[in-house]
């Protein structure tokens, strides 16, 4: 059977089914939901189109969908987050239409956008809300009637989609899958944490133990990257806006000031906010010769590109993903992978094993929605704590660990109001 698709190059199958089954081998949990889903097909004839990250641990996540029975087809929700291999073999390999090409322009990534959307999906799946999006507007009239609810897995999307339902236009339920503790606590901090320096170094080999770097919010991501950033020798200082989170970071050993404080510091500067222009005219006037920036958040508008496009004298490729901004005074500043994911963009994005928590809980939730969407209102839903802890104890079980459980008598202390008068 022939499937719509569109891919870099087909003939790179062969090499994405290897990476494919390498992130398997650190995805327990999600094999162990495939081989259930595989006997029990609780997502029979269900269309599900996927607007995420096009990697190996999104290939197994598809995987696991299909094994449910689901009609699934993929688009990419970042124009540089895609793996050509990967893309290719979810194709050849897993039958699974996938339109996604890494560096795509926006008129390609659009399209894709839009192929995902005429499959008149019955459950979506965003990172980023992208196809969301696409179905509220004009283009999505005609399919948004076959959506019972969506999953959201990034910070960024379920920002976006709880605006949504606070302006009363969402029209269908979505489970925000990145509420759940072993989506955030985990995929957020370690994941992003490693995989944000990782793409970093590869694309500049510099080396951070000296360096002091500068980190834009104290979220579970960003303070990932602080914790890893401090691990490998650097000197960290902190920006927020949240006196909670501010004094948090205090208190776990970083500096914390104001922006325009930090940039004449700073070697390389990390964002990972949700928010826009993190890093902006006012801190690249201040920023010392030779300064990196990067960017971690789901879109590229942390860093102000256009904004140190004005102040540039010229700008060229340094090296690939970084892009050497010649200032009037004779500075040059660097910007990582045009200020989109660096993790993505010039790695591999979140280790295999924190993803599989992750997109356990994507699978889970889809069989969730798919029971339960009709006593579901247009509202974002976190994830029920039944499948977070399910997720977690599989997580356990697949690391061999073991832990304790509280005997009738502490059941009992623990529910009383007079124990120990």
């Known amino acids: 059977m022939s499937i719509d698709y569109d891919v870099a190059d087909i003939n790179l199958a062969a090499e994405g089914k290897k990476r494919i089954e390498w992130a398997e081998r650190d995805m327990p949990v999600l094999r162990s939901i495939r081989e259930r889903f595989e006997k029990e097909k609780p997502l029979d004839g269900v269309r599900i189109s996927g607007c995420l990250h096009i990697t190996t641990e999104t290939a197994n996540l598809a995987r696991t969908l299909k094994a449910g029975g689901a009609d699934v087809v993929l688009c990419a929700s970042n124009p540089l987050s895609t793996q050509d291999p990967t893309a290719a073999s979810l194709v050849a390999d897993y039958g699974i239409p996938t339109h996604a090409i890494k560096a795509e322009d926006n008129e390609t990534y659009y399209k ?157 500067f990390i964002t990972a906010t949700g928010d826009i222009h993190v890093f902006a005219v006012e801190h690249f006037e201040r920023m010392k010769d030779g300064a990196i920036l990067a960017n971690s958040g789901h879109f590229n508008v942390e860093i102000d590109i256009p904004g140190l496009e004005a102040m540039a004298a010229s700008n060229e490729e340094a090296r690939a993903f970084v892009q050497c901004y010649n200032m009037k005074d004779g500075r040059k500043i660097y910007v990582l992978a045009d200020g989109r994911l660096v993790n993505l963009s010039a790695a591999e994005g979140h280790p295999a094993s924190v993803m599989d928590m992750s997109f356990a809980n994507q699978a889970l939730a889809a069989e969730y929605v798919l029971k339960n969407h009709e006593s579901l209102k247009n509202e974002v839903y976190s994830v029920p704590t039944e499948i977070d802890e399910e997720v977690a104890k599989l997580k356990l079980a697949a690391m061999g660990i073991s832990i304790d459980t509280l005997t009738e008598e502490q059941v009992a202390y623990l529910n009383s109001w007079d124990a120990g008068t």
């Open 112 to 268: 894709h956008i839009k192929a995902a959307v005429t499959h008149a999906p019955m459950i979506t799946m965003d990172d980023g809300s992208d196809i969301v999006y696409a179905l509220h507007s004009d283009d999505g009239a005609d399919y948004i009637k076959n959506v019972l609810a969506g999953t959201e897995e990034t910070t960024t999307g379920v920002i976006r989609q709880r605006a949504m339902a606070a302006d009363g236009v969402l029209k269908f339920p979505i489970v925000a899958v990145n509420d759940a503790k072993t989506k955030h606590m985990f995929d957020n901090r370690y994941g992003t944490g490693q995989s944000t320096l990782d793409g970093v170094l590869r694309a500049t080999n510099v080396l951070l133990a000296g360096k002091t770097v500068v980190v834009g919010g104290y979220g579970w991501c960003s303070r990932g990257i602080a914790m890893r950033a401090s691990g490998m020798g650097a000197n960290v200082i902190v920006l927020e806006v949240d006196p909670l989170l501010a004094l948090e970071a205090v208190m776990d050993g970083f500096r914390v000031m104001k922006g325009v404080e930090a940039a004449p510091l700073g070697d390389l």
